[in-house]
């Protein structure tokens, strides 16, 4: 039996459920927590699949490939959905000790696991105008998501974000548009075979060109990310832990996936524009990030930067580059996901995300400290964490293609990452904590579902030791994935077989 | 007709750009309609337009005889109908919830979290 549909099943089924128990906070955690262990374990069956196979594709209705919508997961994909999982159910254990019961009440949980839905979606489809449905789902979870609670920093932000979004959308689907004038399919296996049959080769790199921008708003890369440090830093620390870990990647994961599968067609003129946007993405997210003061909007200005590794990864499009692009994205998502977990439980002690009102942590929270130590040196990328290898393999792609530029940013940024951290060190876990002004007593910290909060941080924590550790056998299956990538035959015959 | 119909999908894009780059955020969710309009147009067009050849198949036929219209682009234009439909009622309730909240309805004053 193929699974490649169950990742978006699993996450579905959950919300219908969350929705049926509306009145029942109680019965609706039990099912967040349920709905997202199932889907970890279908995307770790789906991973095994997977791996012995080589490619999972689900023709939908019954209708063959191109004609119908097909679900195909190539590694690539099964790396993300699994990704997926882990940080669903991360997300929903944090939930638990987290979410006010006022947001709870207002369907949370059901967006959450809609918002998993589209995100999984987006991963195992094989059809373009399909990628792009998944999308719109993830958005308007996320929409919801992030105006839950209607704060006046939350609407501003999300004025920003879903404005930008649906013009990233509107160019996506003019894009889809266009492309199906040109080779009459939406498979993207389909597609990519018959894109190399098109004479007019400018239209076909308009095209791209128009994905390029589409996906790049979504990924945040430069000069296209001014809607996420407005706005990620503004809901709840859960929600904008899901959002820094998964919605960005899925942006990315479909850069990966168009422009290595579909469109290799002018490598030399894509994928240079991709080398310097992955260069200038990563210098203005760390340098955005070393001018702010504000735990999360470090955080989110991190993102940027870190995208700009994948995008690098992507750009050089040697084997081992694609290697180090897909191992930066797994390690990336663990990582910062963690990270911003961890704000959530600095904030929750002390009511607020400013550095300067922040502090003394290492002496009153040591266990906490370590939490964020590993997380953030990983980021920085020490050995022997995650981040080191994700780097090492990035960069030494880069000097094998003698990219020296981007090379050197690429160590520069490592450098400033660990600036940044630095800073968040010295000044929340480090120094003392500043006196409460004119003798205001402090309000005792809410310490009840701390213990979820901290399952969750130390679970994440341990993947990116884990990561590091077994740094040959996920280096293994990013080979796979890279291979497939750069011979998309094997993906297109998978797809397409059986075609009439 | 392409022709001319290129030209309106034009206009249209350029003038839901414009409308976006206005202050007010009213004109911005009228830029985001315009928009998602003019994606679909976009997609009607470059499709190939045909008159008057319905894809139907004779009875007994497996295969239309005849070139006909293509039926696939009008079904992807309903989803994106569909979609953008509710994309933009929710941002309507947006603009309406931000404009209570923030008291403004000019994006120039909605500063607070730009850094």
Same mark, same amino acid.
């Given at each position: 039996?193929?699974?490649?549909?169950?990742?978006?099943?699993?996450?579905?089924?959950?919300?219908?459920?969350?929705?049926?128990?509306?009145?029942?906070?109680?019965?609706?955690?039990?099912?967040?927590?349920?709905?997202?262990?199932?889907?970890?374990?279908?995307?770790?069956?789906?991973?095994?699949? /997977?791996?012995?196979?080589?490619? /999972?594709?689900?023709?939908?209705?019954?209708?063959?490939?191109?004609?119908?919508?097909?679900?195909?997961?190539?590694?690539?994909?099964?790396?993300?959905?699994?990704?997926?999982?882990?940080?669903?159910?991360?997300?929903?254990?944090?939930?638990?000790?987290? %979410?006010?019961?006022?947001?709870?009440?207002?369907?949370?949980?059901?967006?959450?696991?809609?918002?998993?839905?589209?995100?999984?979606?987006?991963?195992? *489809?094989?059809?373009?105008?399909?990628?792009?449905?998944?999308?719109?789902?993830?958005?308007?979870?996320?929409?919801?998501?992030?105006?839950?609670?209607?704060?006046?920093?939350? +609407?501003?932000?999300?004025?920003?974000?879903?404005t930008l979004n649906l013009f990233s959308s509107a160019i996506f689907l003019s894009a889809v548009g266009i492309?199906?004038?040109? /080779?009459?399919?939406?498979?993207?296996?389909?597609?990519?075979?018959?894109?190399?049959?098109?004479?007019?080769?400018?239209? /076909?790199?308009?095209?791209?060109?128009?994905?390029?921008?589409?996906?790049?708003?979504?990924?945040?890369?430069?000069?296209?990310?001014?809607?996420?440090?407005?706005?990620?830093?503004?809901?709840?620390?859960?929600?904008?832990?899901?959002?820094?870990?998964?919605?960005?990647?899925?942006?990315?994961?479909?850069?990966?996936? +168009?422009? *290595?599968?579909?469109?290799?067609?002018?490598?030399?003129?894509?994928?240079?524009?991709?080398?310097?946007?992955?260069?200038?993405?990563?210098?203005?997210?760390?340098?955005?990030?070393?001018?702010?003061?504000?735990?999360?909007?470090?955080?989110?200005?991190?993102?940027?930067?870190?995208?700009?590794?994948?995008?690098?990864?992507?750009?050089?499009?040697?084997?081992?580059?694609?290697?180090?692009?897909?191992?930066?994205i797994m390690h990336h998502i663990i990582v910062k996901t963690t990270l911003f977990l961890v704000s959530g439980?600095?904030?929750?002690? %002390?009511?607020?995300?400013?550095?300067?009102?922040?502090?003394?942590?290492?002496?009153?929270?040591? +266990?906490?400290?370590?939490?964020?130590?590993?997380?953030?040196?990983?980021?920085?990328?020490?050995?022997?964490?995650?981040?080191?290898?994700?780097?090492?393999?990035?960069?030494?792609?880069?000097?094998?293609?003698?990219?020296?530029?981007?090379?050197?940013?690429?160590?520069?940024?490592?450098?400033?990452?660990?600036?940044?951290?630095?800073?968040?060190?010295?000044?929340?876990?480090w120094k003392a904590r500043p006196e409460a002004e004119d003798g205001v007593q402090r309000p005792e910290p809410?310490?009840?579902?701390?213990?979820?909060?901290?399952?969750?941080?130390?679970?994440?924590?341990?993947? *990116?030791?884990?990561?590091?550790?077994?740094?040959?056998?996920?280096?293994?299956?990013?080979?796979?994935?890279?291979?497939?990538?750069?011979?998309?035959?094997?993906?297109?015959?998978?797809?397409?077989?059986?075609?009439? | 007709?392409?022709?001319?119909?290129?030209?309106? &999908?034009? &206009?249209?894009?350029?003038?839901?750009?414009?409308?976006?780059?206005?202050?007010?955020? &009213?004109?911005? &969710?009228?830029?985001?309609?315009?928009?998602?309009?003019?994606?679909?147009?976009?997609?009607?067009?470059?499709?190939?337009?045909?008159?008057?050849?319905?894809?139907?198949?004779?009875?007994?036929?497996?295969?239309?005889?005849?070139?006909?219209?293509?039926?696939?682009?009008?079904?992807?234009?309903?989803?994106?109908?569909?979609?953008?439909?509710?994309?933009?009622?929710?941002?309507?309730?947006?603009?309406?919830?931000?404009?209570?909240?923030?008291?403004?309805?000019?994006?120039?004053?909605?500063?607070?979290?730009?850094?």
């Open positions: 039996m193929s699974l490649a549909a169950l990742p978006i099943l699993v996450p579905l089924a959950a919300g219908a459920l969350s929705v049926a128990f509306w009145r029942s906070v109680a019965a609706q955690r039990a099912i967040a927590l349920a709905g997202t262990l199932i889907l970890l374990f279908v995307s770790i069956l789906l991973m095994q699949q /997977v791996h012995s196979e080589g490619f /999972v594709v689900l023709h939908m209705g019954g209708w063959q490939a191109p004609l119908g919508i097909t679900l195909a997961v190539d590694m690539l994909g099964a790396i993300m959905v699994l990704l997926t999982g882990i940080t669903g159910l991360a997300i929903a254990l944090f939930s638990l000790g987290d %979410t006010p019961e006022r947001h709870e009440k207002f369907g949370y949980y059901p967006l959450m696991h809609l918002l998993l839905a589209g995100v999984a979606g987006s991963f195992v *489809t094989g059809d373009i105008f399909n990628l792009y449905v998944w999308f719109e789902v993830m958005l308007i979870a996320s929409f919801a998501l992030l105006t839950l609670g209607g704060e006046r920093a939350q +609407m501003e932000g999300a004025i920003k974000y879903v492309l199906y004038g040109l /080779v009459g399919t939406l498979n993207m296996a389909d597609i990519a075979q018959k894109l190399g049959q098109v004479e007019d080769t400018g239209m /076909v790199n308009v095209v791209a060109v128009m994905f390029m921008v589409a996906f790049g708003i979504k990924a945040s890369a430069f000069p296209l990310f001014f809607w996420l440090p407005a706005s990620y830093h503004t809901p709840l620390v859960g929600v904008s832990a899901l959002f820094a870990g998964l919605l960005t990647k899925v942006g990315v994961y479909s850069l990966f996936r +168009m422009f *290595t599968v579909v469109f290799d067609h002018d490598v030399a003129y894509t994928h240079t524009i991709l080398l310097w946007v992955a260069a200038l993405t990563m210098l203005s997210g760390v340098l955005g990030a070393a001018a702010q003061f504000e735990f999360r909007r470090i955080l989110s200005f991190h993102i940027i930067s870190q995208i700009g590794y994948m995008i690098l990864g992507l750009a050089l499009y040697t084997p081992l580059a694609i290697i180090g692009g897909v191992f930066y439980v600095t904030y929750r002690l %002390t009511g607020t995300h400013e550095l300067s009102e922040l502090g003394g942590f290492y002496r009153e929270r040591p +266990m906490l400290s370590v939490l964020f130590l590993i997380p953030a040196f990983s980021l920085a990328g020490m050995p022997p964490l995650s981040g080191f290898f994700a780097k090492l393999i990035v960069i030494r792609a880069g000097i094998e293609a003698e990219a020296w530029t981007v090379t050197a940013v690429a160590l520069l940024v490592g450098l400033l990452t660990l600036y940044s951290m630095v800073k968040i060190w010295a000044e929340v876990f809410r310490t009840e579902g701390l213990v979820w909060m901290y399952v969750a941080i130390t679970g994440l924590a341990a993947c *990116t030791i884990f990561i590091g550790l077994n740094g040959q056998p996920i280096y293994n299956l990013a080979e796979v994935a890279a291979e497939q990538l750069m011979q998309p035959q094997g993906y297109i015959d998978a797809v397409l077989e059986g075609r009439p | 007709m392409e022709t001319l119909m290129a030209y309106v &999908v034009g &206009v249209m894009f350029a003038a839901a750009v414009y409308m976006m780059l206005r202050r007010s955020i &009213v004109k911005l &969710v009228i830029g985001l309609m315009l928009l998602s309009n003019a994606a679909n147009l976009l997609i009607f067009t470059v499709a190939g337009m045909k008159q008057g050849a319905p894809p139907l198949i004779p009875e007994g036929a497996e295969a239309p005889a005849t070139a006909v219209a293509d039926p696939l682009p009008q079904a992807l234009i309903l989803t994106a109908i569909v979609i953008a439909f509710g994309v933009l009622a929710f941002s309507v309730v947006l603009i309406h919830r931000a404009y209570e909240v923030v008291g403004t309805d000019d994006l120039d004053q909605m500063k607070d979290t730009d850094t």
